[in-house]
C-alpha cells in the first residue's frame, strides 16, 4: 500500500525538474529556442530600448508655435510639462497686443500662467488703437 502511493507520486511529479524558480534553466527550458538566440533578442530588445529612451531625453518637453497673426513674429520655444510661456508679446503697427488664444478668432483665450500639458499653437489678439 506504501509502494502504491510513492509510485502514484512519482508518476504525478514525472517531467518534473526541481529547478529553482528564478534559475535560467528553468526559463529557458520551456522555450523552443536556443539560449544563444534568446540572449540576442533580450540584448536587440534592450538596446532599442536604450535608442529610445536617448531620443525620449532628447525630444523631451512640448513645442509652443507663435502665430502673430500680422504681428512681429515669435519662434517656437520648447517647455516642459507644467511650465508656462511666461511674458511674452508681439507688437504691430496700429494694434495693440491684448492676449494669446488657441484659435484664430481669439474666442479661447490663453492665460500666460496656464501650464503646458501638451504641444500647442498660440494666436495673437490684437485690439486696434
Known sequence: ????????????????????PLSLQ??????????????????????GLVVVLIIGLNNRGFI????????????PIKKMYGETIGDI???RQGYKFDSWALDQACTNKWSNDS???????????????
Open 64 to 75: 509652443v508655435e507663435f502665430d502673430c497673426q500680422g504681428g512681429t513674429s515669435i519662434e
Open 1 to 20: 500500500m506504501q509502494d502504491n502511493k510513492l509510485n502514484k507520486k512519482q508518476e504525478e511529479t514525472k517531467g518534473e525538474t526541481n529547478v529553482s
Open 89 to 91: 508679446t508681439t507688437s
Open 115 to 129: 501650464e503646458i500639458t501638451n504641444s500647442i499653437k498660440l494666436y495673437a489678439c490684437w485690439i486696434e488703437e
Open 26 to 47: 528553468n526559463i529557458y527550458s520551456r522555450i523552443n529556442i536556443s539560449v544563444k538566440t534568446l540572449d540576442r533578442i533580450i540584448l536587440i530588445l534592450i538596446l
